[in-house]
Nanobody
Framework: QLQLVESGGGLVQPGGSLRLSCAAS????????IGWFRKGPGKEREAVSC????????WFAESVKGRFTVSRDNAKNTAYLQMNSLKPEDTGIYYC?????????????????WGQGIQVTVSS
């Protein structure tokens, strides 16, 4: 059964860090791009970051550039989103998703399988 499962979320103070993991099962992660999206309270879903499979090309939303990094460990079939210098506006449910191909596009329509999402709360 094809599945993506996020972990690593939680409550953190402003300025803190979290690392989200996206564990894939039922398919080999190394042939697909992976995207990260989030939906904040009262906000639309937005793309946060993505990473392609073939050349490791990455993309970041302007709001997270310089604070977030994205990576993948194909041997573990897992992708990661490292989030540093977190701000209250980073609060939301974070989702990882599988690109239909090997690329990195910050548009949800390019993704065919999604994780269930995980809560990230940045608050003092």
């Amino acid at each position: 059964q094809l599945q993506l499962v996020e972990s690593g979320g939680g409550l953190v103070q402003p300025g803190g860090s979290l690392r989200l993991s996206c564990a894939a099962s039922g398919f080999s992660l190394d042939t697909y791009g992976i995207g990260w999206f989030r939906k904040g309270p009262g906000k639309e879903r937005e793309a946060v970051s993505c990473i392609s499979s073939r050349d490791g090309l990455t993309w970041f939303a302007e709001s997270v550039k310089g604070r977030f990094t994205v990576s993948r460990d194909n041997a573990k079939n897992t992708a990661y989103l490292q989030m540093n210098s977190l701000k209250p506006e980073d609060t939301g449910i974070y989702y990882c998703a599988r690109d239909r191909q090997a690329f990195c596009y910050p548009e949800p329509g390019y993704y065919d399988y999604w994780g269930q999402g995980i809560q990230v709360t940045v608050s003092s």
